[in-house]
């Protein structure tokens, strides 16, 4: 089997929200950007190993917006890239800034035919929407045309931004150094994947999603705190409580879309990886990880052995 070979499955269409969730920013934005916040260096780190006899996968949890203050990373982290012989992303990170890849973005986050966000939306939410995006310095004018999952990514980013986020996270950082040091690299899923799973975001219940969002934004800061201090420490009890079991009980659509449906898809390629020589560094958003139906989990079901990796 050829593990660089992309998948070819979408993930199936985000349904109707459960109940609402006050938490909806880190089902949307959170999800796709996984941010992270400077926080002391710990013992642990959310960097484990899943073996089988003499065969080893490292998994890592990573964070896709990070402060030059966040480095160095737990040093766990390191262990693991050393160890390993080749290291497989989410998606293939060269790829981020093709411009044919932009242009399929624009595609598929805009609509095509009659709709606007305003033809969609009901009129306090739209109202709502246009007073943050116009404090953000985007008119509204020029947003029509956008789908919610790309203008509420876009008004996430702006705020991380803000609070000195940049796009050079885990994911990021790594793949420069594999790229320098002649290490293969593969993905798990394909950059058009990620592209439909945002395109397809709050579809059929827009006015609940956008407004959700925009109330989750206005106490970003807090949120943050609360799950990067969780991530640093590879604290699976308190990810799982504070991040994955809120999402699974308020908006299980969009549990089972952006993380069951896509674990469940990668679990045999990482199985298959057992069986080949060399060792992989998996780096997955953090959410991927923990849980119930999280990877860790799945493997540990099927009976690979999981342990922290040291950090020391």
């Not at 006899?53 to 990070?66: A, F, M």
Request: zero cysteines.
């Amino acid at each position: 089997m050829n593990r660089y070979v992309k998948l070819s499955e979408k993930p199936a269409k985000v349904q109707r929200l459960k109940t609402p969730a006050h938490g909806l920013l880190r089902l949307s934005a959170a999800l796709l950007l996984l941010f992270a916040i400077a926080a002391p260096a710990q013992a642990d780190a959310p960097v484990w190993q899943a073996s089988k006899d003499e065969s080893v996968v490292y998994l890592g949890g990573t964070i896709h917006l990070l402060r030059s203050r966040d480095y160095p990373l737990p040093a766990a982290f390191e262990t693991a890239y050393q160890a390993s012989d080749r290291l497989f992303f989410e998606i293939d990170q060269s790829q981020m800034m093709d411009m044919a890849v932009q242009a399929r973005m624009m595609q598929q986050l805009t609509y095509q035919d009659e709709r606007t966000l305003q033809s969609v939306l009901d009129e306090s939410t739209y109202a709502a929407l246009t007073a943050h995006a116009e404090s953000a310095g985007l008119p509204m004018a020029m947003m029509q045309k956008f789908k919610p999952g790309m203008l509420l990514s876009t008004l996430s980013m702006i705020e991380f931004q803000r609070r000195g986020f940049t796009p050079q996270g885990v994911d990021a950082f790594f793949n420069t150094r594999a790229m320098g040091d002649g290490k293969p690299r593969g993905e798990l899923e394909t950059i058009d994947q990620q592209i439909a799973l945002l395109a397809g975001m709050g579809e059929g219940f827009e006015s609940e999603f956008v407004a959700y969002t925009l109330s989750d934004l206005e106490n970003v800061g807090e949120a943050i705190e609360e799950l990067v201090a969780a991530w640093r420490t590879g604290d699976r009890e308190t990810l799982a409580t504070t991040f994955i079991n809120p999402m699974l009980e308020e908006a299980p659509a969009l549990y089972d879309t952006m993380l069951v449906a896509r674990n469940n898809n990668w679990m045999p390629q990482i199985e298959a990886m057992f069986a080949e020589p060399g060792t992989e560094f998996v780096l997955v958003g953090a959410a991927h990880l923990v849980g119930e139906h999280g990877l860790l989990a799945m493997l540990s079901e099927r009976g690979y052995e999981i342990s922290r990796v040291d950090a020391d």
